[in-house]
C-alpha cells in the first residue's frame, strides 16, 4: 500500500516560514492535500489539489508537489498555526485514502 | 451552510457493536460521498471507508473489510458507520467527512466534529 512519510515536529520562530513535507513514492504524479488539526478539534482542510485554498484559508499557506515530495509551506507564521497538519492522497492502485502520520508544527 | 453533525459519546465493551451517525446539513446529502476517518489518542489520521448516499455503493479499508459497514438515510439526510467485534484499540474519536469532486480532483472539504468510542471491559 502507498506510505506517506511525514516529520513528527517542525519548530518556527513567529514571523518566519515553515515547511513541512510529505514524501511519497512519485508523489509528483498525485494529488495532494493538506488538512490542519489544532487540538481536541476536528480537522480543516487548508490546501487541495497540491497548490489551491479554500475559501476563508490565508494566503500564507501554500503547497507545492514535485518528484517524491508535496510540501506544506505557511509563511510568516502566527502563534494560531499551531497544530497537527496531514497530508493526504487518494491512491488509485488499492482505491484507498491515505493520510500521513502528521507533523506537529511548534511556533517558538 | 454546510454541517455534518454526529451522535454523542459512546462506551461499548469489547465484542459489542457500535453506530455513529452523520447528520448532514446546507447541502444535498446525495450528491457527494462521506467518508469515515478514526483517531486514536495521540495518533494520526486513519482512513476508513468511503459510501456515495446517492446508490448506497461503498468501499472499505483493506484493514477494516469485514468489521465495518457504512449505510446511510436519505430521508434524514444521514450517514451511519457501525464497527462490530469492538476491540480496545478501536478506542478512538471517529470523524466523518464530506468528499467534493471537482474536474480535476476530489477532497475532504468538510469534517463532522468527531465522536468518541471508548471500547473497555
Known amino acids: 500500500s502507498y506510505v506517506l512519510t511525514q516529520p513528527p515536529s517542525v519548530s518556527v520562530p513567529p514571523g518566519q516560514t515553515a515547511r513541512i513535507s510529505c514524501g511519497g513514492n512519485?508523489?509528483?504524479?498525485?494529488?495532494v492535500d493538506w488538512h490542519q488539526q489544532k487540538p481536541g478539534q476536528a480537522p480543516v482542510l487548508v490546501v487541495y489539489?497540491?497548490?489551491d485554498r479554500p475559501s476563508g484559508i490565508p494566503e500564507r499557506f501554500s503547497g507545492s508537489n514535485s518528484g517524491n515530495t508535496a510540501t506544506l509551506t505557511i509563511s510568516r507564521v502566527e502563534a494560531g498555526d499551531e497544530a497537527d497538519y496531514y497530508c493526504?492522497?487518494?491512491?488509485?492502485?488499492?482505491?484507498?485514502?491515505?493520510f500521513g502520520g502528521g507533523t506537529k508544527l511548534t511556533v517558538l | 451552510q454546510v454541517q455534518l453533525v454526529q451522535s454523542g459519546s459512546e462506551v461499548k465493551k469489547p465484542g459489542a457493536s457500535v453506530k455513529v451517525s452523520c447528520e448532514a446539513s446546507?447541502?444535498?446529502?446525495?450528491?457527494?460521498?462521506v467518508n469515515w476517518v478514526r483517531q486514536a489518542t495521540g495518533q494520526g489520521l486513519e482512513w476508513m471507508g468511503w459510501?456515495?448516499?446517492?446508490?448506497?455503493?461503498?468501499g472499505y479499508a483493506q484493514k477494516f473489510q469485514g468489521r465495518v459497514t457504512l449505510t446511510r438515510n436519505t430521508s434524514k439526510s444521514t450517514a451511519y458507520m457501525e464497527l462490530s467485534s469492538l476491540r480496545s484499540d478501536d478506542t478512538a474519536v471517529y470523524y466523518c467527512?464530506?468528499?467534493?469532486?471537482?474536474?480535476?480532483?476530489?477532497?475532504?472539504?468538510?469534517w463532522g466534529q468527531g465522536t468518541l468510542v471508548t471500547v473497555s471491559s
Open positions: 467527512g464530506r468528499v467534493y469532486c471537482s474536474r480535476t480532483s476530489c477532497y475532504f472539504d468538510y
Open positions: 446546507g447541502y444535498t446529502f446525495t450528491s457527494y460521498d
Open positions: 459510501m456515495n448516499p446517492n446508490s448506497g455503493d461503498t
Open positions: 512519485n508523489i509528483g504524479t498525485k494529488i
Open positions: 489539489d497540491n497548490t
Open positions: 493526504q492522497v487518494w491512491d488509485s492502485s488499492s482505491d484507498h485514502w491515505v
